[in-house]
């Protein structure tokens, strides 16, 4: 009985009314399916398949990928690429090239990254803040990337005077997107070559110019974001023209065809810049790369400052100038820089027709034709005969194309760099003046000065080493970020 009275609880008897009980009912359903939505999203993988400890809490609404253990620590690091095998899982269904989270083994965030299935590559990092790449996400990063170079560059970049790479990839936090900037003016259809520019040109070339760019999409999260970019592009920079050169081989490895034209505005056939004080003639569209290498522009600069000092005690040309070779030579930047600089006589090797088009166009904008001699021929063997020949050099300029373009290239890249400077050391008067590069990453500097200390060896010559130096600073340099220091240059003096 007591337990009875302890029991015994009064119901309210209220009722609830029709309208009331409607309300509760769709109240029910409505979180019931609210519920249902949020909890599908965390589902849609195999979510069970990861290690519990990657089922977190943290940012549940975007598709996201997680890290095995410990693959995060390069990323923060600030290595911006993801290997496919560096992945644990991937939660939910990103679309090719869209953007998703990246998270640590733990379920930590990381930082966001474009996305692609096909590539080996499987995700890019392009911030570790911004969730969406919209069109103002690109125009922050291309001002950062604007302001940089303002820094680096002063007066002639503020006033947009100077051609310059605006945007480097990855070091500029998009990755995949190479954006050069060209200021010039375009050439006259009939104004061939040097006195043909008339003064009227010439005069234009000093006050404010055109502003071109060349653009390659090098990855699938830039080429499924090119609206968005060519606005951001046009807002940030507003060129005159835009030119496409999405036709470099890495193309192939995000899974991309090869695209190539004008993709806004108008670009003229042929563009006239200013560089170091030497006019140029460039293709935006047919050139090589985006038709210029502004990479090697101070190294340029650098080089023709060893024609003028003439440091070879022994050269019986001392009195009349230097020789100089340029193999590689392209378009002539190192050419025509060192005629100018007052070489006796250069000879420009290459293998590209086109591109000693564009050189002997070069010497003749810059009155330098008499003394530039262009040979179209392979450089290994070109060499070798101008060595049987006997030909003697004062200075030499070596500016090969990357010769590994993986790692399972390294050992032919060794043994091809090493054959190049051993002619072009044989080739060199005592006391001669080598500028020698490689512009592949993979071969890292120790590795190239080994092969230099080899050449050397066998040719029995010491170098003394004048410089050491790299890429031009609007290709900026990350640290964590190895691949994009790819440049090195030596000059060194042969005795
Ligand atoms: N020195 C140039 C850039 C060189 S790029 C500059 O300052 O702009 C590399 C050049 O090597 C290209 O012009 C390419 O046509 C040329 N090339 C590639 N393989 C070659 C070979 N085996 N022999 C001669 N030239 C070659």
Request: contains cysteine; hydrophobic residues 45%.
């Amino acid at each position: 009985m007591v337990f009875r009275t302890c029991y015994q609880i009064e119901i309210p008897k209220h009722r609830l009314s029709s309208r009331d009980r409607a309300f509760y009912a769709f109240f029910a359903f409505f979180a019931l399916f609210a519920s249902f939505l949020f909890l599908s999203r965390l589902s849609v993988t195999p979510f069970t398949s990861l290690p519990p400890s990657t089922r977190n809490r943290y940012c549940i609404f975007m598709v996201r990928i997680i890290l095995k253990p410990k693959e995060d620590i390069r990323i923060r690091r600030g290595h911006p690429w993801i290997y496919d095998n560096e992945i644990a899982g991937v939660e939910g269904e990103p679309e090719p090239g869209a953007e998703v989270e990246v998270c640590d083994a733990r379920g930590l965030h990381v930082g966001y990254a474009f996305f692609n299935p096909k590539s080996k590559i499987r995700a890019r990092m392009y911030s570790r803040t911004a969730k969406k790449a919209d069109e103002e996400f690109f125009i922050r990063a291309f001002e950062a990337a604007w302001k940089w170079r303002k820094f680096c560059f002063g007066e002639p970049a503020i006033e947009k005077r100077m051609s310059l790479r605006l945007v480097y990839g990855e070091a500029d936090s998009v990755p995949g997107l190479i954006v050069d900037g060209f200021v010039g003016i375009p050439k006259l259809e009939d104004s061939n070559a040097g006195d043909k520019l008339s003064s009227a040109q010439r005069a234009a070339l000093a006050s404010p110019k055109g502003l071109w760019l060349s653009v390659q999409f090098l990855s699938l999260g830039v080429e499924v974001h090119k609206a968005e970019i060519l606005k951001a592009l046009r807002s940030v920079f507003n060129p005159d023209g835009i030119a496409e050169r999405s036709d470099a081989p890495v193309r192939a490895l995000e899974g991309l065809p090869d695209l190539v034209g004008v993709l806004w505005g108008s670009v003229p056939e042929r563009i006239v810049i200013e560089e170091n004080g030497a006019l140029f003639e460039i293709d935006l569209l047919s050139g090589q790369k985006t038709g210029w290498f502004l990479d090697q522009r101070a190294n340029r600069a650098a080089a023709a400052k060893y024609v003028s000092r003439a440091p070879w005690a022994d050269s019986p040309n001392k009195a009349i100038g230097a020789r100089v070779l340029d193999v590689f030579c392209n378009q002539g930047g190192f050419s025509v820089l060192a005629a100018k600089a007052g070489a006796a006589s250069v000879l420009a090797v290459d293998s590209s027709r086109d591109a000693l088009a564009l050189l002997r166009e070069n010497a003749a904008l810059n009155n330098v034709s008499d003394r530039i001699t262009a040979v179209e021929a392979n450089a290994f063997d070109y060499l070798r005969d101008l060595e049987k020949m006997g030909q003697r050099f004062d200075l030499i300029i070596l500016d090969p194309p990357a010769f590994a373009k993986n790692r399972t290239a390294l050992e032919g890249a060794r043994r091809g760099y090493k054959e190049l400077n051993l002619r072009a050391m044989h080739l060199l008067e005592r006391g001669g003046i080598l500028v020698t590069f490689s512009c592949s990453h993979w071969f890292s500097p120790e590795m190239f000065d080994a092969v230099l200390a080899d050449a050397a060896f066998d040719s029995n010559r010491r170098l003394r080493i004048l410089e050491e130096r790299t890429q031009d600073l609007d290709h900026p340099i990350l640290s964590g970020y190895d691949e994009s220091r790819y440049l090195k240059c030596r000059i060194v003096q042969v005795v």
